[in-house]
């Protein structure tokens, strides 16, 4: 019988999937995970008669060996491919070798997209040759394409370091004689266009007016998930794949804490890939208390449809839900982000108002105390009043300032 740790069961996708912990490779944090059969098969047989809980272990067993026999088959023929054409490969089957082996099995399907378009573009801008025969001057002709593309720096140099994981894995693999740097395009990093605090009301004020007009349980419904994103983005600093990936069970209003944790239903991790407790304010444990007392029995998301599903399939909907609110308030502005620019408000208003730089860091899930000193220590998001006013103000010696 099948470990069911190894099995997960995907509601969105009606697929159930299961961990290769076998084919884990030393370097990577997590195993391949492939698709063994839909659910509907796995509850039924096919001349439509329920399967038993014996047989659904037996099948996932049997589905299980026979893709774990199909996988090291091919990871042989792909090793021993690699060893008889360790020279001379073009770069089109090198990329694809890459993304078959080494991107699809153990990164999320947007990341792999990603990487599939960086490829493409390589191959569109500087065409097909041999790996051995990469030079600088093929980065600088892949830069140069892009930047007639109209793409923008930060762009362009998403690319470059797409390109760059590439030529690692590449080495790595005995594809390239020795290690290639890339001379990535300069990018100017711009601080977060935060909110004032009447903006924040404002925008506040216009959901809060949108739930009292009369409107369809469909429309209340909507209404409903964008106060609570609305309310955990600006009390609890959350990034939008946090929000839109919170189960209601990591809402420990008990403990006081959001908790920020990998979901394997929907194999979602953090991005810093690290678990960590949010408290909850005061503002926030008001309206969590209440919302969550009112939730039907069946809700499983923090922004659920009401039917255990989540409200939004992606981070863009989300986002593009207050776009249109900002927009409605006559706050757009170059550079704001709509729902990350709350939390780069909230992250900025604890700073200024003397919050301890790695506790506010902590707080963000930023990896590196860096992140939030780079982007969100920034003079222009300060009243520099209050600093220049401690000139005038006695020290402990009587003088005016520091001597």
Not at 47 to 52: D, H, L, P, V, Y
Not at 155 to 161: A, D, E, L, S, Y
Not at 208 to 234: G, T, V, W
Request: charged share 30%; net charge positive; with cysteine.
């Amino acid at each position: 019988m099948i470990n069911r740790k190894k099995i997960l069961f995907d509601g969105d996708r009606q697929l159930v999937r299961a961990r290769f912990f076998e084919l884990k490779k030393v370097n990577k944090k997590h195993a391949p995970m492939h698709n063994l059969c839909t659910i509907d098969e796995y509850h039924f047989r096919p001349n439509g008669r329920k399967r038993s809980e014996r047989e659904q272990n037996n099948l996932l067993t049997q589905l299980y060996h026979e893709k774990l026999s199909e996988l090291r088959v091919k990871e042989e023929s792909v090793a021993e491919e690699t060893k008889k054409l360790a020279k001379g490969l073009y770069i089109r089957t090198v990329m694809q070798q890459w993304i078959d082996n080494d991107v699809s099995p153990y990164t999320k399907s947007i990341t792999a997209i990603e990487y599939m378009r960086t490829c493409t573009l390589y191959l569109q801008i500087v065409g097909d040759h041999s790996i051995q025969e990469f030079r600088k001057n093929h980065a600088n002709i892949f830069q140069s394409g892009l930047q007639k593309r109209r793409l923008s720096n930060a762009g362009i140099r998403k690319h470059q370091t797409q390109l760059q994981i590439f030529l690692n894995w590449a080495y790595s693999e005995d594809h390239l004689e020795k290690p290639l740097k890339l001379n990535k395009i300069k990018v100017f990093h711009n601080g977060p266009v935060i909110f004032s605090r009447t903006e924040v009301e404002k925008i506040q004020k216009f959901i809060e007016n949108s739930q009292l007009k009369d409107s369809s349980p469909y429309q209340e419904r909507c209404i409903k998930n964008h106060m609570r994103a609305f309310l955990i983005a600006r009390y609890a600093v959350l990034r939008c794949g946090e929000i839109l990936s919170m189960p209601i069970r990591n809402i420990l209003l008990d403990d006081g804490v959001l908790k920020i944790t990998e979901v394997p239903e929907l194999d979602w991790v953090p991005k810093t890939r690290q678990e960590r407790l949010v408290p909850i304010s005061p503002i926030l444990k008001y309206f969590l208390e209440e919302d969550i007392s009112h939730r039907d029995k069946s809700e499983h998301w923090f922004l659920d449809d009401g039917l255990g599903r989540r409200f939004y399939a992606s981070n863009s909907q989300l986002t593009q839900v207050f776009r249109r609110y900002i927009k409605r308030c006559g706050l757009e502005k170059f550079g704001r982000k709509p729902l990350h620019g709350l939390r780069s408000t909230g992250i900025t208003a604890m700073l200024s108002a003397g919050g301890k730089l790695d506790f506010v860091s902590r707080i963000a899930g930023h990896a590196n105390i860096q992140t939030t000193l780079n982007h969100y220590v920034r003079a222009e998001n300060f009243d520099l009043s209050d600093t220049i006013n401690l000139l005038s103000e006695p020290n402990e010696n009587g003088f005016l300032g520091s001597m």
